[in-house]
T-cell receptor, first 110, second 114 residues
C-alpha cells in the first residue's frame, strides 16, 4: 500500500522489546489495525486504534498519534513464536475499506 | 479460530480453467471483504459487501473476476479463465457491525495456477 509505510524487516533478541512503526497519510483517517501473520497463514487480528494513545493487551501494545499519522506496535518479552510478519492497515481517505502496508517481517533470534 | 470459514483451502488448477472460492462468515449482518495476497506483499483489496450489496470493486478485479453474496450470507469469488498471475492467497474478512470496527480474516484459500 503506497499510503502506508512500515519497515520491511526487523530483527530482535528473545526476551527483548521491539517497536514496529507505521506511518500513513492522515487525510480521511478512520482507524488503524495491526495484524500478525505467520508464514503460509492468514492474518490474525491484534489491535484496532481509533483514538490517540496507547492500548495494552498483554505483551503487545499499540500506539496511535492521529495528528502525526503515526502508529507503533510494541512487543515485549519477545518469544521465538513472535517471528512473523506484522501488518499495519488503516481506513484512509474517508473509506471503510482497510488499506494494508506491505508488512514488517520480524525475526526473533535466541 | 475467527469463525470465518473459507473453502477450499488449497486449489491447483490449470491455466484457463475457472475456479470458485467460498466464504462463510460468522453472521449475516456485517461487511464482508475479499482480498488477494502474494508473497512478500500485504493484502490487496478486491471487493466488499454490506449484507448482500456489493458496494465497491477494486480496479484489480478484472472482468474475469466476479463475486456474489446471495441473501447477505455466504460469499463466492469466481475467477474465470485463470492465468498464472492469479496465483495467490485469497482472503475473506468480516467486520462485525456493532463490535467496534474489528475485522477478522478467514484461513485463506491458496490458488496455484499451473
Amino acid at each position: 500500500g503506497q499510503n502506508i509505510d512500515q519497515p520491511t524487516e526487523m530483527t530482535a533478541t528473545e526476551g527483548a522489546i521491539v517497536q514496529i512503526n507505521c506511518t500513513y497519510q492522515t487525510s480521511g483517517f478512520n482507524g488503524l489495525f495491526w495484524y500478525q501473520q505467520h508464514a503460509g497463514e492468514a492474518p490474525t487480528f491484534l489491535s484496532y486504534n481509533v483514538l490517540d494513545g496507547l492500548e495494552e493487551k498483554g505483551r503487545f501494545s499499540s500506539f496511535l498519534s492521529r495528528s502525526k499519522g503515526y502508529s507503533y506496535l510494541l512487543l515485549k518479552e519477545l518469544q521465538m513464536k513472535d517471528s512473523a510478519s506484522y501488518l499495519c492497515a488503516a481506513f484512509l481517505g474517508g473509506s471503510y475499506i482497510p488499506t494494508f502496508g506491505r508488512g514488517t517481517s520480524l525475526i526473533v533470534h535466541p | 479460530d475467527t469463525g470465518v470459514s473459507q473453502d477450499p483451502r488449497h486449489k491447483i488448477t490449470k491455466r484457463g480453467q475457472n475456479v470458485t472460492f467460498r466464504c462463510d462468515p460468522i453472521s449475516e449482518h456485517n461487511r464482508l471483504y475479499w482480498y488477494r495476497q502474494t508473497l512478500g506483499q500485504g493484502p490487496e483489496f478486491l471487493t466488499y459487501f454490506q449484507n448482500e450489496a456489493q458496494l465497491e470493486k477494486s480496479r484489480l478485479l478484472s472482468d474475469r473476476f466476479s463475486a456474489e453474496r446471495p441473501k447477505g450470507s455466504f460469499s463466492t469469488l469466481e475467477i474465470q479463465r485463470t492465468e498464472q498471475g492469479d496465483s495467490a492467497m485469497y482472503l475473506c474478512a468480516q467486520q462485525l457491525l456493532g463490535n467496534g470496527n474489528t475485522i477478522y480474516f478467514g484461513e485463506g484459500s491458496w490458488l496455484t495456477v499451473v
